[in-house]
């Protein structure tokens, strides 16, 4: 047994892959302002092609979160298919092997982190997704002691404040650092996106 139960990851996925929906316009709006405005249209249809893979064929959660990240990777164009493809890859692999308690999700986000500092070859601060990741990671072994539950709250909230203190950040990395200076004061559609991962995991994943 993982940390958490098949159903549970397929639960997030559809939740994530809702309000991915809702916000794709959102997310595109953030894009235009600073990359090539498809930050929503490209979560959308990879989340959408993750929200038709058929939960009960998966024998863990491990295999069916693996699935979703390679959809990610296959349907996503552009810097965030990879990156949220290997953030599900990593996450996948540490959560099957891992304990059945929130020290096994604790594991798997920090492997899902990694996979998007490697991959990426990005670090905090640099105004990307990460800068919303990382904090959240923290927060969650900080509170990991008070169960799943209080953790993954207090994740996402250090999600979204790591988002928006990115905001005030000048862009290092992917399309937005072509603008320099001019990226102060942007959110960032990756770190926004990224938080709304972690508010989705908080609703659906706490046991
Ligand atoms: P593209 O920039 O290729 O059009 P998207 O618009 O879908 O891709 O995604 C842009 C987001 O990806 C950015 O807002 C940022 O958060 C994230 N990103 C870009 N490059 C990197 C990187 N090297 N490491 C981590 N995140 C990155
Ligand atoms: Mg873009
Ligand atoms: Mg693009």
Redesign the pocket.
């Known amino acids: 047994m993982a940390a958490i139960s098949t159903e549970q990851a397929g639960a997030w996925l559809a939740d994530y892959a809702q309000v991915i929906g809702e916000n794709a316009a959102m997310l595109t709006d953030l894009?235009r302002q600073t990359?090539?405005?498809?930050?929503g249209s490209?979560m959308d249809r990879g989340m959408k092609a993750v929200a038709a893979l058929d939960v009960s064929s998966f024998d863990s959660p491990g295999a069916l979160l693996k699935k979703a990240g390679m959809t990610l990777v296959s349907n996503v164009g552009?810097?965030s298919g990879p990156l949220y493809g290997t953030f599900f890859l990593r996450f996948a692999g540490a959560l099957d092997d891992g304990p059945d308690d929130a020290s096994g999700l604790l594991g798997a986000l920090r492997a899902g982190l990694e996979g998007i500092e490697q991959r990426g070859k990005a670090e905090r601060g640099d105004k990307t997704m990460i800068d919303a990741l990382a904090p959240a990671v923290e927060a969650f072994e900080t509170q990991s002691g008070a169960g799943t539950s209080a953790a993954l709250t207090a994740a996402a909230k250090a999600a979204a404040r790591g988002r928006d203190e990115a905001t005030d950040l000048i862009a290092r990395k992917g399309?937005a650092s072509y603008l320099g200076e001019r990226s102060k004061g942007k959110q960032d559609?990756g770190a926004t996106s990224m938080t709304l991962l972690l508010e989705s995991a908080a609703r659906t994943l706490g046991s």
């Open positions: 894009d990359g090539d405005a498809d930050h490209n552009g810097a399309r559609p």
